[in-house]
């Protein structure tokens, strides 16, 4: 059995409601005979709320025939085709009258009394400060994060211990061979990624004192260089530098 | 003693007929105006006679009492019950540019003639024809606010100002005669 036929119905059904066109379209009676064609064949659960969704959406389009035939019969109606040449024709000043000419604005006012001013002063003092309300408006609620440090991903086996030490190695080496340079055109490789990879591992060398971080506040450029100072033991303190896509385009176009 | 009472009688239904001017010209919702069940429970079983007294009061001074109903509301307690205008303006009474005005106009009668309800992508289409498009973004957004249009799933129709404010058929007829 293929219900295709009745998915086409309902469709055409929601598209009638959507677009506001004409319900008189629908074939009602043949619509209820395709249904007791269908009915017959019904097992499933599912085939029963198909049943029921198309007898919902031939409701709707029952009502809107009778809206339909309301609105048609009365004052309002107009063909929607000559209203719509009949606009375009108007100038916007004569679309103005015509609607000031039909206009009777409300007549309403806005005063505040003394007794509601008095029910705003009790609410005032009845009202808790905000600092005591904090659970009246909540922070959203987020995820508990975690964070995996070399030793978590070698104990998950996604890194070795040897692996990562001949990483940092080879960074060193390259560090000893280059000298004082900029950070930026220290790390940079040919691959985004890889540079990304490089920083973190020159995160490393600064963190256990084999390389030198240098800022030039005036300048605002950081420059690395070998160090053979001890690792940090006491003051630790952070160094954010940023490292983005577009800056790294940048450099490799130069 | 008969005198008394009719003289008692008469300031209580000038005292009903005074709270039923202040319920009605003062703002008590979001919406002006207040529900019919609010006026009974106000002015009592008769409310609808003490409106019939301030009807008169206010005919003198060019404005009547208007109830305004949703579909399917047959009672008089469901109405929405307000103080309009009787007779159209002489003066300028909005502070509202003109095109935006015309553009009400023109929106109002496209969707009184598609039977009430319009989709909003159609309505923007058609104005375009006449008024810069993000004008007209605005435009449906600050009529939908004030009431004139109502928006569901993007669809505009009739909003209960337009029902309360203006007479559409006069509306339709001075746009087809002009």
Redesign the interface.
Known sequence: MKPDELFRLINFCETIQ???TDPFDLDVKKFLETLKHYHKKWKRLDDLLLDAEAISELTKIIELQG??IR?RSS??Y???I???L???M?E????????????????????ITTKRLKEGLDYWNALLPFSERKEEFPLPSTSETFTFDVEDLIDLNILSRAEFEDSIKAVLNDLEERGRIEYHEFIYDDEFESSVEKAYLTSYLVSEGKAELDIDALEEEVFISPSNAPANTGDVRSIPISLSYEDWLRWKRK | MEEEIEEESTLKAERKVKKAAQILFFRRHRIPGVKGWELKKALGDNYMDVIGVLNSALDKLGMEVKRITEEGEEKTEHGRFMIVLKNHLVEKASGERIDDVAMLSATLAYIISKQGKAPRKAIENFLTDKFPKHRIFFALDRYIKQGYLGEDDKALYIGWRTRAEVDRKSLLDLILAS
């Not at chain 1, 004569?94 to 806005?110: E, G, R, T």
């Open positions: 959507k677009e506001g809206k339909w609105d004052s309002f107009i063909d929607p000559l209203m719509e009949k606009l375009k108007l916007p000043v004569q679309l103005a009258n015509a609607f000031i000419k039909s206009w009777h604005p409300i007549i309403s006012m806005d005063r």
